[in-house]
């Protein structure tokens, strides 16, 4: 475990219209001080910046599936995306940044999630302290195997913050807000680790742990023949019961959840996961 946080890279722009994200970065190099903490160097930048002007998630290939150890060792791949990865990962790797915050946002209803792609006891503690802090926080668990693709996976320690529900492309000045909130708190508490005067948190907290993702109906041709049912649209966290409607097709049948227990999915419906075969990641709760 690591004892303390030393350096930590603030991203945006990941995907590039994800604005809130793209914002609060401009925001923080426009006035650094902001996120300045006693023994604490925080840097911020915005990782695809041509995605960005573009107004579209990416260019060639998701940013945030390019960063596969293996994938950014080869020089055969030389896609836009592909060798932005591999700048982005030797500045990590140069800065020595020991915890990358992700900033993205979503179309689905998620309220302001916080995901931890590890069960690191440090990023454990973080997350109970920040569920006491503000009783809106959710903590999403999606841990990641050795050789993930995610541009978080470049440093020791990450974690991405989502927010929404929110189109692509758009501002919204509440969320906004929450998520510059939540990045204080944040760094506040990493402030008080590495001075020596940890803050208190909660014996325990609970969270969301992703078990696995359910894709759309789809005919012989790998069309979709069905959609989120309207019960369960903008009804992230909630739960899922077996029996309960899921999808309903075009001319109206039903189709329901036939697993054998009680589900919390989240990313309802997120439109950028259509092309990923996504409907909705299914998690357990503790």
């Given at each position: 475990?690591v004892?303390?946080i030393?350096?930590?890279a603030?991203?945006?722009g990941?995907h590039?219209?994800?604005?809130?994200g793209?914002?609060?970065?401009?925001?923080f190099q426009q006035?650094?001080?902001?996120i300045?903490?006693?023994?604490?160097?925080?840097?911020?930048f915005?990782?695809?910046?041509k995605?960005?002007a573009?107004?579209?998630r990416?260019i060639?290939t998701d940013?945030?599936?390019a960063f596969?150890?293996?994938?950014?060792?080869?020089?055969?791949l030389?896609?836009?995306?592909q060798s932005?990865?591999?700048?982005?990962a030797?500045?990590?790797?140069?800065?020595?940044i020991?915890l990358?915050?992700?900033?993205?946002?979503?179309?689905?209803?998620?309220g302001?999630?916080v995901?931890l792609?590890s069960?690191h006891?440090?990023?454990l503690?973080?997350a109970?302290?920040?569920?006491?802090?503000n009783s809106?926080?959710?903590?999403?668990?999606?841990?990641l195997?050795q050789?993930s693709?995610?541009l978080?996976s470049s440093a020791?320690?990450g974690?991405?913050?989502?927010?929404?529900a929110i189109?692509n492309?758009?501002?919204d000045?509440?969320?906004f807000?929450?998520?510059e909130?939540?990045?204080?708190v944040?760094l506040?508490?990493?402030?008080?680790d590495?001075?020596?005067?940890p803050?208190?948190?909660?014996s325990?907290f609970t969270?969301?742990?992703a078990?696995?993702?359910?894709?759309?109906?789809r005919?012989?041709q790998g069309?979709i023949?069905?959609?989120?049912?309207?019960?369960?649209q903008?009804e992230d966290?909630q739960?899922l019961?077996?029996?309960?409607?899921?999808?309903?097709?075009?001319?109206?049948?039903?189709?329901?959840y036939q697993g054998?227990q009680?589900?919390y999915?989240?990313?309802?419906n997120?439109?950028a996961y259509y092309e990923?075969g996504?409907a909705?990641?299914?998690?357990v709760?503790?």
């Amino acid at each position: 475990m690591v004892a303390s946080i030393k350096r930590v890279a603030l991203v945006g722009g990941t995907h590039g219209g994800e604005l809130t994200g793209v914002f609060l970065v401009k925001k923080f190099q426009q006035s650094p001080q902001l996120i300045q903490r006693d023994r604490i160097e925080t840097i911020s930048f915005i990782a695809n910046e041509k995605a960005v002007a573009m107004g579209t998630r990416y260019i060639d290939t998701d940013l945030n599936r390019a960063f596969n150890r293996q994938d950014l060792k080869n020089p055969r791949l030389i896609n836009y995306e592909q060798s932005l990865a591999k700048k982005i990962a030797r500045r990590i790797e140069e800065e020595k940044i020991d915890l990358i915050i992700d900033l993205h946002s979503t179309t689905a209803n998620m309220g302001l999630t916080v995901i931890l792609h590890s069960d690191h006891p440090y990023l454990l503690s973080l997350a109970a302290y920040l569920t006491q802090i503000n009783s809106k926080v959710k903590i999403l668990q999606h841990t990641l195997n050795q050789e993930s693709s995610y541009l978080i996976s470049s440093a020791e320690l990450g974690i991405t913050i989502e927010v929404g529900a929110i189109a692509n492309g758009v501002l919204d000045a509440k969320l906004f807000q929450a998520t510059e909130e939540l990045i204080h708190v944040i760094l506040n508490y990493l402030e008080a680790d590495r001075k020596g005067q940890p803050l208190s948190i909660p014996s325990g907290f609970t969270k969301y742990s992703a078990i696995g993702t359910v894709d759309y109906p789809r005919n012989e041709q790998g069309e979709i023949r069905a959609m989120i049912h309207p019960q369960l649209q903008f009804e992230d966290y909630q739960p899922l019961h077996p029996g309960n409607p899921i999808f309903i097709t075009f001319d109206g049948e039903e189709i329901f959840y036939q697993g054998d227990q009680t589900v919390y999915p989240v990313f309802i419906n997120e439109a950028a996961y259509y092309e990923k075969g996504t409907a909705m990641c299914l998690t357990v709760r503790s």
